[in-house]
């Protein structure tokens, strides 16, 4: 057999090969772990516009000690901050506790516990400017109380100011309603509530 056949005098040396832009693949996020309230906490989250307009009826931002006594899951505490208030002049007590490692998250000191006990070892000791609130409905007169045993103003010269979210049958010499919200603010309880502001 020729050698001829086994060659190949005008064999291409090169063959054109297409360059292909690769595009940089996009960042794989971890999916973070829902959050899964009980119904023991009663932990009735405050929709970020009422949230808003509660810290608006609480005040201007300043040098004021301002306490959340029911921090949830941050809603008020995101409501301050988000105002200008500073985080070093927030106190937050939350007692559940993967709500309270929510709030920390959020930069500001939490003190896991319960309201009405940390109330009662601090009642005359430790006083409160401003303080803001959606307590739990089914104690919610133990916590205006204990909340209102804490309110003073503590050198300022602004009255001392605080907000809660309460239901709508609820009355309190002194105190004024702000606003009445919709009745689909928390359809999980069907709870009607309102905003009253207290400034003894």
Same mark, same amino acid.
């Given at each position: 057999?020729?050698?001829?056949?086994?060659?190949?005098?005008?064999?291409?040396?090169?063959?054109?090969?297409?360059?292909? +832009?690769?595009?940089?693949?996009? *960042?794989? #996020?971890?999916? *973070?772990?829902?959050?899964?309230? +009980?119904?023991?906490? &009663?932990?009735?989250?405050?929709?970020?516009?009422?949230?808003? #307009? /509660?810290?608006?009826?609480?005040? #201007?931002?300043? +040098?004021?000690?301002?306490?959340?006594?029911?921090?949830?899951?941050?809603?008020?505490?995101?409501?301050?901050?988000?105002?200008? $208030?500073?985080?070093?002049?927030?106190?937050?007590?939350?007692?559940? $506790?993967?709500?309270?490692?929510?709030?920390?998250?959020?930069?500001?000191?939490?003190?896991?516990?319960?309201?009405?006990?940390?109330?009662?070892?601090?009642?005359?000791?430790?006083?409160?400017?401003?303080?803001?609130?959606?307590?739990?409905?089914?104690?919610?007169?133990?916590?205006?109380?204990?909340?209102?045993?804490?309110?003073?103003?503590?050198?300022?010269?602004?009255?001392?100011?605080?907000?809660?979210?309460? !239901?709508?049958?609820?009355? $309190?010499?002194?105190? *004024?309603?702000? *606003?009445?919200? !919709? &009745? +689909?603010?928390?359809?999980?309880?069907?709870?009607?509530?309102?905003? /009253?502001?207290?400034?003894?």
């Amino acid at each position: 057999m020729k050698k001829s056949v086994y060659s190949r005098p005008r064999k291409p040396m090169f063959i054109p090969v297409q360059h292909r +832009d690769s595009k940089p693949l996009p *960042e794989v #996020r971890a999916i *973070e772990e829902p959050l899964v309230i +009980d119904r023991a906490s &009663e932990c009735h989250v405050t929709p970020a516009d009422v949230a808003a #307009r /509660m810290v608006d009826y609480l005040g #201007r931002p300043g +040098d004021f000690n301002t306490l959340e006594p029911s921090a949830g899951t941050g809603a008020l505490v995101t409501a301050l901050l988000a105002s200008g $208030h500073s985080p070093n002049e927030i106190c937050a007590i939350e007692r559940h $506790h993967k709500l309270a490692g929510v709030v920390r998250r959020l930069g500001v000191p939490v003190l896991q516990d319960c309201f009405l006990d940390y109330a009662a070892r601090i009642r005359g000791q430790v006083a409160f400017p401003r303080i803001i609130m959606n307590p739990p409905f089914s104690q919610m007169r133990k916590h205006i109380k204990a909340a209102l045993s804490l309110l003073a103003r503590d050198g300022h010269d602004e009255p001392a100011t605080l907000v809660a979210l309460v !239901p709508i049958t609820f009355e $309190h010499e002194g105190a *004024e309603t702000l *606003e009445f919200l !919709p &009745e +689909d603010t928390f359809t999980t309880c069907r709870v009607r509530t309102k905003v /009253m502001r207290f400034r003894p």
